[in-house]
Nanobody, 123 residues
Framework: QAQLIESGGGLVQAGGSLRLACTISRRTFSSDAMGWFRQAPGKEREFVAG????????SYADSAKGRFTISGDNAKNTVYLQMDSLRPEDTAVYHC????????????????WGQGTQVTVSS
């Protein structure tokens, strides 16, 4: 089993930036893809961004393209989500997740799920 430890949420004004970090305690074939989901009150869980360690590819939701950047540090087993030009509609709990493949991760095939970190964007 592995654990996901998230950090970096907080309160920011619209137009501002935040960086989220997620460290996995141990990487296996079942955590080759890592990424971020978010869930706002009353809304469904939404994929935000993900990456594949093996294939070195990334994937973004349309809402994140051009504003968010996902990256990984192999040595630290850590994935980062740099969020720029934040909007009030980005307000949500952001969860780190891991799964065996990026395509599956995007479709909700998750082996690991983090506790979540709150991101609040004020107008």
């Amino acid at each position: 089993q592995a654990q996901l430890i998230e950090s970096g949420g907080g309160l920011v004004q619209a137009g501002g930036s935040l960086r989220l970090a997620c460290t996995i305690s141990r990487r296996t074939f079942s955590s080759d893809a890592m990424g971020w989901f978010r869930q706002a009150p009353g809304k469904e869980r939404e994929f935000v961004a993900g990456l594949s360690w093996s294939y070195e590819t990334t994937s973004y939701a349309d809402s994140a393209k051009g504003r968010f950047t996902i990256s990984g540090d192999n040595a630290k087993n850590t994935v980062y989500l740099q969020m720029d030009s934040l909007r009030p509609e980005d307000t949500a709990v952001y969860h780190c997740a891991a799964g065996p493949g990026l395509h599956g991760l995007r479709g909700g095939q998750l082996d690991y799920w983090g506790q979540g970190t709150q991101v609040t964007v004020s107008s």
